[in-house]
T-cell receptor
Framework: QKEVEQNSGPLSVPEGAIASLNCTYSDRGSQSFFWYRQYSGKSPELIMFIYSNGDKEDGRFTAQLNKASQYVSLLIRDSQPSDSATYLC?????????????FGKGTSLLVTP | SQTIHQWPATLVQPVGSPLSLECTVEGTSNPNLYWYRQAAGRGLQLLFYSVGIGQISSEVPQNLSASRPQDRQFILSSKKLLLSDSGFYLCACQTPGVGYGYTFGSGTRLTVV
C-alpha cells in the first residue's frame, strides 16, 4: 500500500508567523508532488507542485522536496487568517491508476488574528 | 485553461434510490478524468478513472459505476444507494501543464438518508 502521511493537526499559528506543513510518502518511485488547499465545504485547489529536490517558491508559499528522505513540506510565510484551511499533500507516479494522485488526509491549519 | 463543471452541488437521496452525477470539462480534449469521494474525516478515495471514451477503470469494488459517453463527459452512477455512499464527490481532470496535477470540479455533497 502506497502511503502519504500528514499530521492531521490542527496546526495553530499566529497571524504573520510562518506555518510549516509536512508530508511523507512511502513510494520511492513517486515523481511529482503537490500541495492543495481545501476550505471547508469546498473542493481542493492547487497551490504548488514540485518534482525536483530543493525549494520552489511562489509568493508567500515555498515547497521543499527531499526525495532521499521521502518528504515534502510547505512553508507559508506571513500567515493570514484567510490561509486557515486544510492542506492536502498529493503524490503521483505512473502505475495501475495511470497518473492518479494519491492524497494524504490533510493537515488543518488555523491562523489566529 | 480547463474548467470542470460538476452538478448537482448538493443531493439528499433515500437509501435504495438511484444516483447520477455528471461532470463535463471545457478547455481541453482527451483528458484523463477521475472520480474521488471524500467522506467525513477521511481522505480522498479514488473511485474511477478514465483515459478515453468508454474506458473506465475501477479502483474500489462497490455499488457505484462510471461511464464516459463523450470525450469530455464523465458520469458516476448507482442503481441503489447505501448509507455508506454519503460523502463529497469530486470530479478531477488531469492537467499536464502542472506536472499532471488535477483541476477539481466544485463537488457534489451527497447525503443518503
Amino acid at each position: 500500500q502506497k502511503e502519504v502521511e500528514q499530521n492531521s493537526g490542527p496546526l495553530s499559528v499566529p497571524e504573520g508567523a510562518i506555518a510549516s506543513l509536512n508530508c511523507t510518502y512511502s513510494d520511492r518511485g513517486s515523481q511529482s508532488f503537490f500541495w492543495y488547499r481545501q476550505y471547508s465545504g469546498k473542493s481542493p485547489e492547487l497551490i504548488m507542485f514540485i518534482y525536483s529536490n530543493g525549494d520552489k517558491e511562489d509568493g508567500r508559499f515555498t515547497a521543499q522536496l527531499n526525495k532521499a528522505s521521502q518528504y515534502v513540506s510547505l512553508l507559508i510565510r506571513d500567515s493570514q487568517p484567510s490561509d486557515s484551511a486544510t492542506y492536502l499533500c498529493a503524490v503521483n507516479m505512473f502505475g495501475n491508476s495511470g497518473y492518479a494522485l494519491n492524497f494524504g488526509k490533510g493537515t488543518s491549519l488555523l491562523v489566529t488574528p | 485553461s480547463q474548467t470542470i463543471h460538476q452538478w448537482p452541488a448538493t443531493l439528499v437521496q433515500p437509501v435504495g434510490s438511484p444516483l447520477s452525477l455528471e461532470c463535463t470539462v471545457e478547455g481541453t480534449s482527451n483528458p484523463n478524468l477521475y472520480w474521488y469521494r471524500q467522506a467525513a474525516g477521511r481522505g480522498l478515495q479514488l473511485l474511477f478513472y478514465s483515459v478515453g471514451i468508454g474506458q473506465i477503470s475501477s479502483e474500489v469494488p462497490q455499488n457505484l459505476s462510471a461511464s464516459r459517453p463523450q470525450d469530455r463527459q464523465f458520469i458516476l452512477s448507482s442503481k441503489k444507494l447505501l448509507l455508506s455512499d454519503s460523502g463529497f464527490y469530486l470530479c478531477a481532470c488531469q492537467t499536464p501543464g502542472v506536472g499532471y496535477g488535477y483541476t477539481f470540479g466544485s463537488g457534489t455533497r451527497l447525503t443518503v438518508v
